[in-house]
């Protein structure tokens, strides 16, 4: 049963998360937006006021969870930002006041960012160049935040409307209906030797086990009755965890885990050149040489282009923008 993870999930990603739980560190807007300069993140900003009980309660149940504020720490920088202030602000070479007129007077750049709905406490999201992603209000508990940093801090924003992906999120992370695996996965060297009697292309899902998008890609997007289907009938589909410590054999070459600097496959690093970045869908021909790599989080609907797209050999004659605009799917 799936419900073992339900609240904790982001502790997949890292050991010993307990014993290492980092203390929060806030910044002002300004400090923050000096650290991303240097190291870019995007910029979490939590909109408060001081007589506003449910962000002290959103403070000390959510942001001090150990799984929340080790993720927040890892991909943010934090910033508390009192919607009252009295401070003049600069943010993107403006200057922002309190105009102090009326009862509780906001901030002008408090009403900017949160478009003139005043609630609090609410979640500013920036991205590394400062823009504005979005503005989440109300209290979260840990459990109700963990899908909307992993939408914003994995760039799925980019390429999944919210709703969507908190549906595949709960699906796979909180849905108490067993999971059966639909797509008949295979390893890499049974797919070498099943593609010397029939020849067919090899798509090679490259995963970890602490990556939450692609336990959600598996779980749900692959599992989909029609990409499911279409990846049996088409491909020979491959796992490969990039930090297995099984030997490999692949196209003449064998593989390994060293274990010395870092904790990655050979087969993987030299997939990806060296960049670890999961989750990424690597298409191999029939020949067993590479066509291409497509990294990134995928809906359902958006992938099955993606795997009639090489299927077909449609990118030796076509450009992918061209060739998704005509493309006429059967997920809905």
Same mark, same amino acid.
Request: aromatic share 14%; with cysteine; hydrophobic share 40%.
């Given at each position: 049963?799936?419900?073992?993870?339900?609240?904790?999930?982001?502790?997949?990603?890292?050991?010993?998360?307990?014993?290492?739980?980092?203390?929060?560190?806030?910044?002002?807007?300004? +400090? =923050?937006?000096?650290?991303?300069?240097?190291?870019?993140?995007?910029?979490?900003?939590?909109?408060?006021?001081?007589?506003?009980?449910?962000?002290?309660?959103?403070?000390?149940?959510?942001?001090?969870?150990?799984?929340?504020?080790?993720?927040?720490?890892?991909?943010?920088?934090?910033?508390?930002?009192? =919607?009252?202030?009295?401070?003049?602000?600069?943010?993107?070479?403006?200057?922002?006041?309190?105009?102090?007129?009326?009862?509780?007077?906001?901030?002008?750049?408090?009403?900017?960012?949160?478009?003139?709905?005043?609630?609090?406490?609410?979640?500013?999201?920036?991205?590394?160049?400062?823009?504005?992603?979005? =503005?989440?209000?109300?209290?979260?508990?840990?459990?109700?935040?963990?899908?909307?940093?992993?939408?914003?801090?994995?760039?799925?924003?980019?390429?999944?409307?919210?709703?969507?992906?908190?549906?595949?999120?709960?699906?796979?992370?909180?849905?108490?209906?067993?999971?059966?695996?639909?797509?008949?996965?295979?390893?890499?060297?049974?797919?070498?030797?099943?593609?010397?009697?029939?020849?067919?292309?090899?798509?090679?899902?490259?995963?970890?086990?602490?990556?939450?998008?692609?336990?959600?890609?598996?779980?749900?997007?692959?599992?989909?009755?029609?990409?499911?289907?279409?990846?049996?009938?088409?491909?020979?589909?491959?796992?490969?965890?990039?930090?297995?410590?099984?030997?490999?054999?692949?196209?003449?070459?064998?593989?390994?885990?060293?274990?010395?600097?870092?904790?990655?496959?050979?087969? =993987?690093?030299?997939?990806?050149?060296?960049?670890?970045?999961?989750?990424?869908?690597?298409?191999?021909?029939?020949?067993?040489?590479?066509?291409?790599?497509?990294?990134?989080?995928?809906?359902?609907?958006?992938? +099955?282009?993606?795997?009639?797209?090489?299927?077909?050999?449609?990118?030796?004659?076509?450009?992918?923008? +061209?060739?998704?605009?005509?493309?006429?799917?059967?997920?809905?």
């Amino acid at each position: 049963m799936k419900t073992v993870i339900l609240i904790f999930v982001i502790t997949l990603y890292s050991v010993s998360l307990w014993a290492q739980q980092p203390e929060l560190k806030w910044y002002s807007l300004k +400090e =923050a937006m000096e650290l991303s300069k240097k190291n870019p993140k995007k910029i979490f900003i939590d909109m408060y006021t001081d007589w506003c009980g449910w962000c002290k309660k959103m403070d000390a149940e959510t942001f001090n969870n150990p799984a929340i504020s080790k993720y927040l720490t890892d991909n943010f920088y934090l910033v508390k930002f009192d =919607a009252e202030t009295r401070d003049t602000i600069t943010f993107k070479d403006k200057q922002y006041v309190n105009k102090s007129t009326g009862n509780r007077p906001p901030h002008e750049l408090a009403v900017e960012l949160l478009g003139g709905k005043m609630s609090y406490p609410t979640i500013v999201y920036l991205d590394e160049n400062l823009n504005p992603l979005s =503005a989440v209000p109300g209290y979260m508990t840990p459990s109700d935040i963990e899908p909307v940093l992993i939408f914003f801090s994995r760039d799925i924003y980019k390429v999944a409307p919210f709703n969507e992906f908190k549906d595949n999120f709960n699906k796979t992370f909180k849905d108490t209906v067993p999971f059966v695996e639909k797509v008949k996965w295979v390893t890499l060297e049974k797919a070498e030797k099943l593609n010397q009697k029939n020849p067919k292309k090899i798509i090679v899902f490259l995963y970890h086990e602490w990556c939450i998008d692609c336990k959600i890609m598996i779980s749900t997007t692959f599992n989909q009755e029609i990409i499911a289907k279409y990846l049996n009938e088409n491909y020979y589909p491959v796992k490969f965890d990039i930090t297995s410590k099984d030997t490999v054999r692949f196209n003449g070459a064998i593989f390994i885990n060293e274990q010395k600097e870092h904790p990655y496959h050979q087969f =993987a690093v030299s997939l990806l050149g060296g960049k670890m970045n999961v989750p990424q869908m690597v298409f191999i021909n029939g020949q067993n040489q590479l066509i291409s790599l497509v990294p990134g989080y995928f809906l359902p609907k958006n992938v +099955e282009p993606v795997l009639h797209f090489f299927k077909d050999d449609s990118y030796l004659t076509k450009k992918w923008e +061209e060739y998704v605009k005509t493309f006429v799917g059967e997920v809905k």
